[in-house]
Each structure stands twice: as structure tokens, then as C-alpha cells.
């Protein structure tokens, strides 16, 4: 202790306040790891929930006491209590997830309750449900789904629902592929609803697909294509050999939609689906005789002469023929095969000589051409639609394949793997470490090698009247401490008690005068070097 305060007092102010400013810095460095490591570790407990509910989870934790963290959208808490509130806040149902769904109806009472108000219930309540459903795909961030109805009435033919939907995704907007599976389930739970009824809104991209858009995928012609090449591959692989063959499968897809009907009437395919007949027949008497000038004069005879009669008789048929009558109507869909193409290139046959050289030779046809028949008909090949087929035998050239490099574990562990908090902690003590070493360390063991009293050239001597058994010490300076100075510091005394006093009781009572110079030169003489 008495050391240390002999140090402090030969340091000047500014290495004193530089020491005591290290000192300050390493305590307070030490507190802030210490209550770092005593802080609970924060986990994430749910995030992207929309306001409403995110205040009702935010008041479930201070209901329960528990300490959280809100940052932006995300909501945090102690790790090791993580998966407990969880379980325990959807016993509760939170977060809720779409708005209510059928347990609106559950509030509904038989007395005072109109069939609109129920109505409305019910068309809210399918609603939340949907959104519920939706809200459980990956993909999905928030989900509001809105049904449109028509009161039923009499007379009146009865009107399709439709519905819209909106949707919010995690990262980026969603697929056409995506979207058509929305619309079916949506159709498929709602009553009457057709996919062709649902629309759906992106917060990203807008409205996807529609009646206008084309249902169609390009990457099915893409998989179709890798499955037939797979298929060929595998096949040939069995008669030349495994990586002998390599094969390029192009397939051009139908994209557009087409509807066609027809409506066909046949003459000669009649057919009598009615017939009618009407009779008639009747009688008449007409005068008869000659006619004369007398006969057409009043007076004249007339009716003197012989009476005619007259009969007929008329039939009428009318008979019904339906003319036959063919009416088709053909829907094309996207995604029939327009023209397919197929380039394979199968490996020669080697042989190997007995001096050792290698000599290459192509397929025979008769093998090449029965490849390409069972080729053929492994993709289905349709001239007839302009199908290509192409099966070359040529020779592969060797592909150099540069060495790697031995894959060992690296000196830093992966990022998805590196602890953000130790390493803070790890970098906060070496840099107490370093201004420990620097700016305490290093000044106390500089000042500590320095002398601490100046070095005068007078050597050190014991007085000479010392009587006979009297110690001198011949005039040495050592590492410019004086030593002459030492010994004249009891002078007076030594004179006095010369008579009297040991050299030796002389010397241990000057030492315990002189504490530090004694320890100065101790300390010189333990470091210096001995000559060789």
C-alpha cells in the first residue's frame, strides 16, 4: 500500500487524472455488462398485426404484468415467456384475426331479431371466416373480404353474389397461380358464387387476373418440358449409358382462349311430327233444259224445264316435318400443345486398342433409328401438328472440371448463426482491456522506472570520523542517484554518536529515515546488468 502511495504522489496532475479517468471508464463498463447480462434476452412475439389488434394484445400483457417491447410493427418479450403467452393469448383469441366470424351469430337473440339483421350477421360472419382462412397462407400479411348480395325476392330471377377481396402480402405481390386458387375458394364457400364473380386486389400490384386475363402459366410448358425431358433421358440412359445422351425438349403452349359454337340444321334428316287431314264434300240443284229467250223471260216456261244437280268433294293433308338440327359448343382453354420440338445427341461407341489408343465411332443407323421411334413415342410426337424430332449421334468432347477446394469450417460462424449480443460484449471488454493498458499500465510502470529524486555528481561517503571500525563507501554514482546526499542527510547526529554507534545501527537507522531513497537504490542495484 505504501508503494502505491509513493507512486501516486511522484505522478503529475495530468497522469493522476488520466488514471482515475480509465479507472471511472472500466467500472462503468463493467456495470454495463453486468446489467447487460443481467437483462433478459427479448424474443419476438408477434408482428405485422394490424392496430386494433395489437392494442388488444399490448393490454393482455399489461394486464399479466409481463415486460414487452414495441418496435414498429413488432411486438417483444422475454424469450424463456415467449411460447407461454402465446398459448395462453389465443385461448383468449388474440390476436383476432380477421374480424369476427360465426360467433357473430351467436349474439343474436330469436326475440327482436329481423331477418335483415340476420342477414347481415351471416353475410359478416362468412366474411371473417374467409379472411381467417386467408389469413392462415404464408404468403398473407392481412386479408378483408366483402360478399355482395341481392335480397331474394318474388318475381324476380334470382342474382349471383359476388365478392372482392384484399389482400396485403409479406414480401413482394402474389402469382396469377396464386390468385386463381383465392377466387375458388372463395367461390367454393360462398353459395352460388362462380370463381369468374371474385376479384382480387393487391395492396402491391393491383388487381390480379379478372375476366380479361388469361389463365394460362408459362412455367407449365417450362414443367411439362423437364418432365418429358426427364422421361427420355431416363429411357435412353438404359441402352447408352448414364450422361451419354443429352436431350433439349422446346414445347409451344396454346395461350389464348377461344369459344366456338355451332349450330348445324340437316335437310335430309327430317322427321314428321304432325299430320292433319280435312274433308269436305257437298251437293247443289241447278235448273235444267235449254236455254232460251223464252226461259229467261218472266213469263216464259222457264221453270217448265228439268231441274241439275251437282256434287263435291275436297281433302286437305297437312303434315309437320322437324328438320334435324346439331348444336356444339367447344370451349379451348389455354395450355393445349401448339408444336413440340426435341433435339437429342447420343454418344458414340469407344473402343480402346491394345496399344492403347482410343478410337471413336458413330451409332449405326438401324440403332438410331430405333431410338428415335421409342423417342417418339415416349414425348408423343404429332407430325401432323409440325412436331420435330432430331437424334444425331456425335462424339462428346471431355469437359475440364477445375479442382475445388477442400471445404473446412471458416474461422468466423455463419451469419444466420452469429450471437449480436455476445460479440458486443466480447468487443466492450477488449476495449476496456486496451484503455486499461494504455492509459493506466503503461504510465504507472513508465513513471515507476524513472528516478525520483536528481542525480548531483557529489559521490556518496560516510563521514571519516568513524572511529576505527568505521564502514566508508567509496564515491559511486548509481544510475544518477546520489548517494553522498543519502549519507549527509543525519550529519549532525552522525558526528556526535560516532564514538558510540555501530556503523551498522547507523546505516538501519538512516534507511528507516529515508524509506524512498533506499528503496531507489535497491531497486537500481537489483537492475543492473552483471557483467558477462
Given amino acids: 500500500m505504501q508503494n502505491v502511495i509513493d507512486i501516486w504522489t511522484s505522478l503529475n496532475l495530468r497522469r493522476r487524472v488520466i488514471i482515475v479517468g480509465a479507472t471511472l471508464a472500466m467500472f462503468a463498463a463493467i456495470l454495463g455488462l453486468s446489467r447487460m447480462a443481467g437483462r433478459a434476452e427479448m424474443g419476438l412475439l408477434y408482428a405485422g398485426l394490424e392496430p386494433a389488434a395489437a392494442g388488444e394484445v399490448v393490454a393482455a400483457l399489461d394486464q399479466r404484468g409481463v415486460a414487452f417491447e414495441v418496435r414498429g410493427e413488432s411486438i417483444f418479450v422475454d424469450v424463456t415467456q415467449r411460447d407461454a403467452l402465446r398459448m395462453a393469448l389465443a385461448s383468449e383469441g ?53 360478399i355482395a348480395s341481392a335480397p331474394t325476392r318474388a318475381f324476380q330471377p334470382e342474382a349471383k353474389p359476388t365478392a372482392s377481396v384484399t389482400l396485403t402480402t409479406v414480401s413482394g405481390s402474389l402469382s396469377e397461380a396464386q390468385a386463381r386458387a383465392i377466387r375458388h375458394l372463395v367461390a367454393s364457400a360462398v353459395a352460388g358464387m362462380t370463381p369468374d364473380a371474385v376479384q382480387i386486389i393487391d395492396t402491391v400490384a393491383g388487381l390480379i387476373g379478372g375476366e380479361d386475363a388469361q389463365a394460362f402459366d408459362t412455367g407449365d410448358a417450362e414443367d411439362r418440358a423437364a418432365a418429358i425431358k426427364g422421361n427420355v433421358e431416363r429411357l435412353l440412359a438404359a441402352r447408352v449409358g448414364a450422361g451419354k445422351a443429352v436431350v433439349e425438349v422446346s414445347i409451344d403452349l396454346v395461350s389464348e382462349r377461344e369459344s366456338i359454337t355451332e349450330r348445324k340444321f ?5 322427321v314428321a311430327i304432325s299430320s292433319e287431314t280435312e274433308e269436305r ?141 455476445s460479440m458486443i460484449q466480447t468487443a466492450v471488454l477488449a476495449l476496456v482491456a486496451l484503455v486499461l493498458g494504455l492509459f493506466v499500465i503503461r504510465p504507472v510502470l513508465t513513471s515507476a522506472n524513472r528516478a525520483a529524486l536528481p542525480a548531483p555528481e557529489a559521490p556518496l561517503a560516510l563521514p571519516p570520523a568513524l572511529g576505527s571500525g568505521a564502514m566508508a563507501i567509496s564515491g559511486v554514482v548509481d544510475d544518477g542517484f546520489d548517494y553522498g546526499a543519502f549519507a549527509s542527510s543525519g550529519g549532525g547526529q552522525i558526528e556526535g554518536e560516532a564514538s558510540e554507534e555501530d556503523p551498522a545501527t547507523r546505516l538501519r537507522r538512516l534507511i528507516e529515515q529515508r524509506q524512498t531513497e533506499s528503496i531507489e537504490i535497491l531497486r537500481g542495484w537489483m537492475e543492473e546488468e552483471e557483467p558477462a
Wanted: without cysteine; proline residues 6%; aromatic residues 4%.
Fill in 266 to 270: 340437316d335437310p335430309q334428316g327430317r
Fill in 281 to 421: 264434300s257437298g251437293s247443289s240443284t241447278q235448273p235444267g233444259g235449254e236455254v232460251t229467250v223464252a226461259s229467261n223471260l218472266p213469263e216464259g216456261d222457264a221453270a217448265a224445264g228439268g231441274q241439275g244437280k251437282s256434287q263435291t268433294s275436297e281433302t286437305k293433308e297437312r303434315v309437320n316435318y322437324e328438320v334435324s338440327e346439331t348444336q356444339r359448343e367447344v370451349l379451348r382453354t389455354p395450355g393445349a400443345v401448339r408444336r413440340m420440338t426435341v433435339a437429342v445427341m447420343v454418344d458414340g461407341v469407344a473402343t480402346i486398342a491394345a496399344d492403347g489408343t482410343r478410337t471413336w465411332a458413330a451409332r449405326p443407323e438401324e440403332e438410331l433409328a430405333t431410338l428415335r421411334e421409342l423417342v417418339a413415342s415416349a414425348v408423343g410426337l404429332d407430325e401432323a401438328r409440325g412436331d420435330v424430332l432430331t437424334l444425331k449421334s456425335l462424339e462428346f468432347q471431355p469437359v475440364a472440371i477445375p479442382e475445388g477446394t477442400e471445404a473446412t469450417a471458416g474461422f468466423l460462424p455463419p451469419i444466420g448463426q452469429v450471437d449480436v449480443m
Fill in 94 to 146: 388474440l390476436p383476432a384475426a380477421g374480424g369476427g366470424g360465426y360467433e357473430l351469430l351467436d349474439s343474436l337473440s330469436g326475440f327482436g331479431t329481423t331477418s335483415q339483421m340476420f342477414d347481415a350477421a351471416y353475410w359478416r360472419a362468412k366474411e371473417g371466416e374467409i379472411a381467417r382462412t386467408l389469413l392462415a397462407m404464408p404468403e398473407v400479411k392481412a386479408a378483408r373480404v366483402h
